[in-house]
């Protein structure tokens, strides 16, 4: 990856690539020793950089120092199907992830400090829109959660699509949507405690959205001076600078993809929007950019890459040099707080000690009469005592929408079909246990 000054003519990434290999082959040796010093420099500054990284890597939420250093495992549970997705962590060290349909706040050694499950927001077809949050951030002081849904959907009288919705709730129980109110905009990223970032797409790509109150339209991508006439693209996944002096944005789309940053003139931390920001840098073109965020400090940004995280420090040098940070990790998330997971709850290859898995001691089924307009239940018992309930109800093995209590009134829909209830349990220390009860008889008008 290499970095090029928006104040130069715009060259391709294999133009770039060129480039350095042309300085490379006639830089003299005090051209090469100023330029490893400067990189021993930027690989001490991150060595000393405040605060901790949140990240994904192979499905599970993983917690460092920002040079990679004091690694921590805090999920474990995270696989191809249901994967951790989108950590962000509050400058407390209270974590919060998507995972499967509900938002997972989490202490940095994986203990579970409260699961939520947001209803349906509206989308911009004025349908209900659901499912796995699919950008999720939490606030600086961890009261706050920000979180988007996405899904194609089509309407009579309007184009097939995807829509998208953003919502904001409190951290110790859901608040409903009409309290901050909802956007149709997306990856969302916290400005203080009151403000978000939001991206929208054309003519909404950079928003400032202040807590309960109409969006505001700050700059597109077209009207950064630094563009050329007719070779504006998009901009999205914005997040600015702790002091408010940067922001940092993914631009374009699939290979043409770039990570930019511009430098801020005036006030985006309230208020109205200021002047439209000025373009520093940016990478070179590659698919699988995507993620920028900033240190506690303000003196450095990081990123995903197909093969990890990457950083850049010194951003007032013209376009100083990135360097591969975290291999194998996305979706970065960088606050102030320090690494200090504590004892985990259950250390991997060690024996668990007794209550800390569920025990079955009367089989979960599904009770009643399969017969449309009859009331089924779940049943069963079991050992420690569960703090944690949840049932979801299966038409064929395939969810039903709404039916998340532990009994189920069977419906016109369920005729000819077997019904059967998935139940999770929880408790603290504990770990989750799931069953898929045995399907009914076919359901009988």
Partial sequence: MSLTSSTTPRRSAGALIAAATVLALTAGPADIAAADSRDRARATSLAAAPGSIVFIRNHNVWLSRPDGSDLHQVTRDGVADKPYQSPSQSDTGVIAVSFGNEIVLMQQN??????????????????????????????????????????????????????????????????????????????????????TIQSGGYLHQITLNDLGQPAQHWFDDIDVPQVPYGEGTDLD????????????????????????????????????????????????????????????????????????????????????????????????????????????????GKPGKPGTTFSVTKKVAVKGVAKVGKKLRVTGSWKPKASQVRYRWLRGGKPIKRAKAATYRLRKADAGKRISARVTLRAPGVKTYTVTTKRTAKVRR
């Fill in 110 to 195: 994986g203990t579970v400090m409260k699961r939520l499950d947001p209803g349906p927001l509206t989308s911009g077809v004025s349908k209900p829109l659901d499912g796995p949050p699919v950008s999720v951030s939490i606030s600086p002081d961890a009261t706050k959660v920000a979180y988007t849904f996405a899904a194609y959907q089509c309407a009579h009288g309007a184009p097939c699509g995807d829509q998208r919705a953003t919502a904001i709730t409190h951290t110790d129980s859901l608040t409903a949507p009409s309290v901050y109110g909802q956007t149709h905009y997306w990856n969302p990223s916290w400005v203080g405690n009151g403000r």
């Fill in 237 to 348: 996944d914005a997040e600015l600078s702790p002091d408010g002096r940067w922001l940092g944005a993914v631009r374009g789309y699939d290979a043409t993809t770039q990570i930019v940053w511009h430098r801020v003139t005036g006030n985006a931390q309230s208020g109205p929007a200021p002047a439209v920001p000025n373009r520093v840098c940016e990478t070179s073109k590659m698919a699988g950019l995507a993620g920028p965020t900033w240190s506690p400090d303000s003196s450095t940004m990081m990123w995903t890459e197909p093969d990890g995280l990457w950083a850049t420090t010194g951003l007032d040098e013209p376009c100083p040099n990135p360097m591969l940070v975290i291999p194998n990790a996305s979706q970065p998330d960088w606050s102030a707080a320090a690494v200090n997971p504590g004892p985990l709850p259950d250390k991997p």
